[in-house]
């Protein structure tokens, strides 16, 4: 039974920084492809960006250089730093593995 549970969402100021984190269990998590995807009041699910298993990065044009994904096998553990925050990076952000299986997401508020 796979598990994802992600933490560090929250409220911050446009501008601010948050990392949120993903914590996996139950599966050999190294080989998967790993990746967070978020959902805005109102609109579809978006994908952020995934990492693969030898650590290759690709990100959605919106958060191009503003946010940071990574991961930790050892720890099984996928990171997102998101820098530069915007209103319009509000979202429920969810975690997710080889977009079979799904955290439970975890909020992030942008606004003064």
């Known amino acids: 039974q796979v598990q994802l549970v992600e933490s560090g969402g929250g409220l911050v100021q446009p501008g601010g920084s948050l990392r949120l984190s993903c914590a996996a269990s139950g599966s050999i998590f190294s080989i998967y492809v790993m990746g967070w995807y978020r959902q805005a009041p109102g609109q579809e699910r978006e994908w952020v960006a995934h990492i693969t298993s030898g650590g290759s990065t690709t990100y959605a044009g919106s958060v191009k250089g503003r946010f940071t994904i990574s991961r930790d096998n050892a720890k099984k553990m996928v990171y997102l730093q998101m820098n530069s925050l915007k209103p319009e990076d509000t979202a429920v952000y969810y975690c997710?593995?080889?977009?079979?299986?799904w955290g439970q997401g975890t909020q992030v508020t942008v606004s003064s």
């Open positions: 997710t593995q080889g977009r079979n299986y």
